[in-house]
């Protein structure tokens, strides 16, 4: 069994910066790859980042490329999600996602591909 916690959400002015941080226990993290969802009232959840076992790969959705920056930790075990740039279409609560096996240096990018989730942390970004 796999636990992630996510942390680091908050209010914030557009134009401003957040870094959410993930803690995972229960396994190697350097096992999992790792991604970031967020999920809009109303919305389906949608994904943000990805990032491999050794953190050399990383892939992001349109909406966020340029702005945000996923990076991981090994030692530490936890997935960081640098936001800087932040827009009003940004506030969502957003979840980190761990998946177990597989090609150790492919981003995974679907929901379902996922097997291990956060119970998200919300952030808000004011106009």
């Known amino acids: 069994q796999v636990q992630l916690e996510e942390s680091g959400g908050g209010l914030v002015q557009a134009g401003g910066s957040l870094r959410l941080s993930c803690a995972a226990s229960?396994?190697?993290?350097?096992?999992?790859?790792m991604g970031w969802f967020r999920q809009a009232p109303g919305m389906e959840r949608e994904f943000v980042a990805a990032?491999?076992?050794?953190?050399?790969?990383?892939y992001y959705a349109d909406s966020v490329k340029g702005r945000f920056t996923i990076s991981r930790d090994n030692a530490k075990n936890t997935v960081y999600l640098q936001m800087n740039s932040l827009k009003p279409e940004d506030t969502a609560v957003y979840y980190c996602?761990?998946?177990?096996?597989?090609?150790?240096?492919?981003?995974?990018?679907?929901?379902?591909?996922?097997?291990?989730w956060g119970q998200g942390t919300q952030i808000t970004v004011s106009s």
């Open positions: 996602a761990a998946t177990i096996g597989g090609p150790r240096e492919v981003v995974v990018t679907t929901t379902s591909s996922y097997d291990y």
């Open positions: 229960g396994r190697p993290f350097s096992r999992y790859r």
């Open positions: 990032i491999t076992w050794s953190g050399g790969s990383t």
